[in-house]
């Protein structure tokens, strides 16, 4: 954002977080129709469709949020950014807690899926497009459908137990200085 101005007039997940926090003030004082009336506002709106139920933190940033839904029982924690297209949803149609729980400095990444009532932990990251149904770990990043897991330093690893049995993906070294083969390493 270029000023003060164009962050409050032209910044939609700002405009959809407006309205939910109404919503949400609404639904636990028991006031369910005006929170989802208000909810739905939003929506219309902004095309970031926020139950009023959810619990979001401070600082959260929906970017390019058309698309996003974020279902009742979800938990947002602080400093957390959601992309265009992510879907924070339940699994069952059961009372109870049904939709993920992220905890502060999550990232999650444009068209990500992250269905049912698990726990995504602090500064983990959900790339583009992942579908993740299990825990993510603290720090980790999950990718691919179905999600998998990929911890820390993992490239280090396999990369450092590659050089030892002396393998080249794609016969390319990492010692090679040709411009093309430092490109295609990269």
Request: glycine fraction near 16%; charged fraction near 15%.
């Amino acid at each position: 954002a270029r000023s003060t101005w164009e962050l409050l007039t032209c910044y939609p997940g700002l405009h959809a977080l407006w309205p939910q926090r109404l919503a949400h003030v609404c639904w636990r004082h028991g006031l369910r129709w005006l929170g989802r009336f208000i909810s739905h506002v939003g929506r219309f709106l902004t095309g970031i469709e926020i139950h009023p139920g959810a619990q979001i933190g401070r600082r959260v940033f929906i970017d390019h949020g058309m698309g996003v839904v974020i279902g009742e029982t979800a938990e947002i924690g602080d400093d957390c950014t959601i992309y265009q297209g992510v879907t924070l949803g339940g699994v069952s149609l059961n009372r109870g807690k049904r939709h993920p729980t992220r905890e502060a400095g999550v990232v999650v990444g444009a068209g990500a899926k992250v269905l049912g009532p698990f726990v995504v932990g602090t500064g983990a990251k959900i790339g583009s497009n992942a579908v993740v149904t299990k825990p993510v770990p603290a720090g980790a990043t999950a990718v691919g459908n179905p999600g998998r897991i990929i911890q820390p330093g993992a490239d280090l690893q396999r990369e450092q137990a590659a050089n030892r049995m002396g393998f080249s993906a794609y016969g390319v070294s990492s010692d090679a200085d040709a411009p093309l083969t430092r490109a295609l390493h990269g």
